[in-house]
């Protein structure tokens, strides 16, 4: 007979915390609390598992983040942890709670996200909005759920007919527009008003100056990508020549940058893009001033200027371009730090750049995929809907 008595919760949120700690390069520090109180011992387990699996360090996070999500509406809908596998049921419950339809909310209170669900989960901060999700939020869950059912060795019924029959029907019902991640582009006239607003001497501007132009300049990397970059990934190239057509003329600095693994690539690929000219400058002279030999690149400087340790999250990424668009005198809620991704894009559309030379820097996988990034109020320039005139 086991004599032991259960440890206090106290006890277990701290084991867990602890055992987080080993994914900091990979969890917000911020959310580390959060997750040790909603996470199991066995969500950690599978966390630190997946990390030593070598998944990619972004869908690690998204994983982490998804699966928080899904925990605190399991206490909050049921009042239980995620059971493994989940039923079916549960399944199409998660499926009602996020997708329904407004009209049929006014006129059945029942319809939807049960209001006390939505209470709890706000209080968290999980939940930001009042109607139902995005069905691509949906899918992605839904998705994180079957990857980690399977990753625990079990076999979910996320194929099952009922379920897909749901989500068919209720993203039908819950028809809404596609929001763009960011409204506005930050196309080179955009960047070039953002870098002006940093054009001052402190450290904090010199290195929001190389964030920001290194960023747009490597082909509009995500602010993940922004925020895990090191040192260690830079390799540096011979310099290549102003023109391209007179080798033996002048010549540019030029910076090669390893990606690794990220959303489009694999860790074992070579893929890598670009940096030529003035962004080379800028970013090394924030290596300089910041004295950063090694390790994160970008990272927190405090009120009084002092370079902190630890790399910037991709949310500082985000907070960083809003600040310096609204110091610009741009409207901060028209952009974010994806508009410099889709800016990157249209910029090359506007000097004629052939879509394939720029998804090399971009490592979009698709033209479709990179196409979609296009400003639509860049197609007004385009010829294709001047047939007539």
Known sequence: MDLRLPKPASDQKLRRAEA??????????????????????????????????????????????DLGYLEAWSLAATGFSLPWPAPEALLIKFVAHHLWDFSKRETDPAHGMPAEVAITLKAEGLLRIDGPHAPATVRRRLSSWSTLTGWRGLKGTFSAPGLRSAI???????????????KKAVTADVLAALLKACAGDRLVDVRDRALLITAFA?????????????????????????????????????????????????ADGDAFVLLVGRPVLVLKDW?????????????????????????????????ILKRRVAEA????????????????????????????????????????????????AERTLGRAARIIV
């Open 287 to 319: 290596l300089e001033r910041a004295g950063i030999t090694e390790g994160a690149v970008f990272r927190g400087i405090d009120r009084w200027g002092n370079l902190e340790k630890r790399a910037l999250t991709p949310q500082a990424v985000n907070l």
């Open 20 to 65: 987080l700690d080993a994914l900091e390069s990979v969890l917000p520090f911020d959310r580390r609390d959060f997750l040790a109180e909603i996470l199991t011992d066995d969500d950690v387990a599978t966390l630190r598992h997946l990390a030593k699996e070598g998944i990619g360090e972004n869908s690690l996070r998204a994983l982490a983040s």
């Open 168 to 182: 068919k029907l209720a993203v039908r019902a819950s028809a809404r527009p596609r929001a763009k991640k960011s």
């Open 329 to 376: 005198g741009l409207d901060p809620q028209a952009f974010s730090a994806h508009g410099l991704r889709s800016g990157y894009l249209t910029e090359t559309a506007r000097r004629g750049i052939p879509l394939p030379e720029a998804m090399q820097q971009s490592q979009h996988r698709s033209v479709q995929q990179a196409s979609n990034y296009y400003n639509d």
């Open 218 to 266: 490597s082909g509009g990397r995500r602010r993940s990508e922004v925020s895990s970059l090191r040192v260690e990934q830079f390799v540096e190239e011979e310099p290549v020549p102003v023109d391209p057509k007179d080798p033996e003329g002048p010549k540019l600095p030029c910076l090669k940058i390893r990606l690794g693994r990220t959303k489009t690539t694999q």
